[in-house]
């Protein structure tokens, strides 16, 4: 009788060691997992949810997260119908972030660059309001290249050129976010 209790308590002991070890090694993973993903991985698991965006000390943007890209992420305004477009380097704080994280995908798919979705953006002729580190500038894309794009502005805000109106080559590292619509 005596010896079934203590084998019993051994086998107890034993056992809640193990489940101490197995939780241990658990966390350890689960904390090597998350230690490689970036914020880039969570922005593309976060279909769908509501963000606000920190670009800078006086910039912030807000809206749901509709595409993510190489290098760029696309949200949809609540309080208008336009998308905001921003470049993922600009993002100094996220409020709103899930947990969830959607690692990246394997160099045979590739995801659109921010200058293919620049050039998608000046076939659809939008209009845009560009806010760079140089200033804000509205008007519509003409010609995207590899590092810079050309912007045929239109100083009042109207949906057309009007007279003084001009193109000015925006440098695309520049940029800090786009309002397209």
Do not use: K, N
């Amino acid at each position: 009788m005596r010896f079934e209790r203590i084998f019993d308590d051994l086998e107890g002991q034993f056992a809640h060691h193990e489940r101490q070890e197995m939780r241990a090694v658990s966390e350890d993973l689960t904390r090597a997992e998350r230690a490689q993903l970036t914020l880039y991985d969570r922005l593309r698991g976060s279909d769908g949810a509501v963000l606000t965006l920190h670009l800078g000390t006086s910039t912030l943007v807000r809206g749901a997260v509709e595409l993510v890209g190489d290098g760029w992420v696309v949200l949809r305004e609540a309080s208008r119908a336009g998308m905001l477009l921003v470049p993922v380097r600009r993002i100094a704080l996220v409020e709103g972030l899930p947990g969830r994280a959607r690692p990246g995908r394997t160099e045979a798919v590739r995801e659109l660059p921010l200058g293919a979705l620049l050039r998608r953006i000046a076939r659809d002729r939008a209009t845009v309001r560009a806010e760079t580190a140089a200033g804000t500038l509205v008007g519509r894309i003409s010609a995207v290249g590899a590092d810079a794009f050309d912007l045929q502005t239109i100083p009042t805000g109207e949906s057309s050129a009007v007279p003084g109106s001009g193109r000015v080559t925006v440098v695309i590292d520049a940029l800090t976010v786009m309002r397209i619509g």
